[in-house]
């Protein structure tokens, strides 16, 4: 063996103790220290941009949750609502709206002068505008639906106008109403006094996740109802579309097509899928599914199909990782004690494989769930004030979907759909947390360590 130092030119380096930092060595150390530092920073302000982003929308978003009400007794005249006094449904139905607005508006003017409350330069049709314009539509189907009703004193909770719960919020005050045509600081003090004497509450508002959308005069009236609804649909339609046919084209790809030129162009083509910016399956839904194919536009079907085609090379290429990250000795093992290829997937390879099959496929669905653009094209942002009829009828009934309400309500001026445009945005995230939530159950739940 050959001594390295009577090697020519080898100059030996001066010894020197494993304990001592050299220069390199401190380089080496700052640089690395320097590195991790940027890595921090990074976090750091990943961290608190989000932080942000979630204090803006929860902060202009929570008061969405509660409304505005007033509580008062009101007689309901059968001589305004039941002209004939036969009761019957038929000829109740003639009367209008505005007959019923009239019988809420005497009823809490009546009610201001027992309770000796009034404020200087508000006339009684000052005071009927603290009512929301929806609540003569809803005590009209009240009272058809059970016409009894009529001729008794109820206790009657309606809505608040819009910038009457803006009020009670912090969002309207006496200084922006002089400037607003919709409400005046004297109606917004006579507010002020019904809240005193408890006729006028904020409670939890229920209708906020049951109510349809409102039109652009009743932001106080508007809801998430049938966009939850259309959104349930879309879900469930692309969980039976596009999670069989992409596994079961993952589970071929993977373990049964033969490698060869054809299934290569195939695996770049779905790979390319997966990078199209998703407003392009829009015009492809559109072209296709309502064009040619003449599908309702604005249903839950179309939306299904479209979102099926954008989240399906997600769900097949998550599906592939997860087949492939099972040990090939897994598969030599099988075959060697006399399984056949189609035992040896379905009975070894797929269950090791299922939690990563599950949490690609439930992150795949959580990302369709908020995607916007091709939902647009295909008109499901469309006003729809009607629920969709239950399945099967109902998937080819106009509908709408949460993310879009989100950017219908953003898109209005008024700032009462502003707020509850933000918490809509709270409800998706919140259906986006459970799924990914159940996606890391799902997957603890079925790993399997070999």
């Known amino acids: 063996m050959t001594d390295i130092s009577a090697v020519p030119g080898f100059a030996a380096r001066p010894k020197q103790s494993i304990l001592t930092a050299s220069a390199e060595m401190k380089r080496r150390n700052a640089a690395e220290a320097r ?24 902060r202009d978003g929570v008061s969405s949750f509660r409304q505005a009400q007033i509580t008062f007794p009101m007689e309901l005249s059968a001589e305004v609502l039941d002209p004939e006094g036969n009761r019957n449904r038929a000829e109740m139905a003639k009367v209008t709206t505005v007959g019923y607005s009239k019988v809420l508006v005497s009823a809490l003017v009546a ?5 000796d409350i009034a404020q200087e330069g508000v006339s009684d049709a000052e005071i009927g505008a603290l009512i929301s314009k929806d609540a003569a539509g809803q005590l009209r189907a009240e009272i058809l639906a059970n016409p009894a009703l009529v001729g008794t004193t109820i206790d009657a909770s309606v809505l608040a106008a819009g910038r009457v719960d ?21 109606q917004l003090r006579l507010a002020e006094q019904l809240r005193e004497a408890g006729l006028l509450t904020s409670s939890w508002n229920w209708g906020f996740f049951t109510n349809p959308d409102a039109s652009d005069q009743r932001p106080e009236a508007s809801g998430l109802g049938v966009a939850l609804l259309g959104s349930a649909y879309m879900m469930l ?12 084209a993952s589970i071929y790809l993977e ?3 033969p490698k060869n030129r054809w299934t290569d162009a195939i695996e770049v083509n ?4 997966a990078a199209v910016p998703s407003i392009v399956f829009g015009i492809l839904g559109l072209a296709i599914f309502i064009n040619f194919a003449g599908l309702p536009q604005s249903s839950s079907v179309v939306g299904a199909l479209v979102i099926s085609l954008m989240t399906l090379p997600t769900i097949i290429i998550a599906t592939r990782a997860a087949i492939r990250a099972v040990p090939p000795s897994i598969r030599d093992a099988a075959l060697g004690v006399g399984a056949s290829k189609m035992q040896m997937v379905f009975h070894h390879v797929l269950p090791l494989a299922m939690p990563g099959i599950l949490t690609g496929t439930i992150l795949g669905l959580a990302s369709a769930l908020g ?4 939902l647009l094209l295909i008109g499901m942002v469309a006003f729809v004030d009607n629920y969709p009829s239950a399945p099967p009828e ?7 979907a949460l993310p879009v309400q989100v950017y219908s309500w953003a898109s209005r001026a008024d700032p009462a759909f502003i707020e509850r445009s933000n918490g809509a945005i709270i409800v998706l995230l919140a259906f986006l947390v459970v799924m990914n939530v159940g996606a890391i159950l799902l997957r603890r739940r079925f790993e399997r360590r070999w």
């Open 35 to 58: 590195f991790k530092a940027y890595g921090m920073i990074a976090i750091a302000i990943s961290l608190v941009t989000l932080a942000i982003m979630l204090f803006t929308i929860f």
């Open 111 to 115: 009610e201001l002068q027992k309770r």
């Open 166 to 186: 803006g009020y009670l919020k912090g969002r309207v005050t006496l200084e922006t109403a002089e400037r607003d045509n919709q409400i005046t600081p004297d």
């Open 237 to 248: 339609l692309v969980l039976v579309t596009c999670v069989p046919v992409g596994v079961a």
């Open 255 to 257: 373990e049964f097509a």
């Open 270 to 273: 779905i790979s390319n899928l």
């Open 371 to 374: 995607e916007t653009a091709p």
């Open 394 to 400: 109902g998937f080819l009934d106009p509908a709408t």
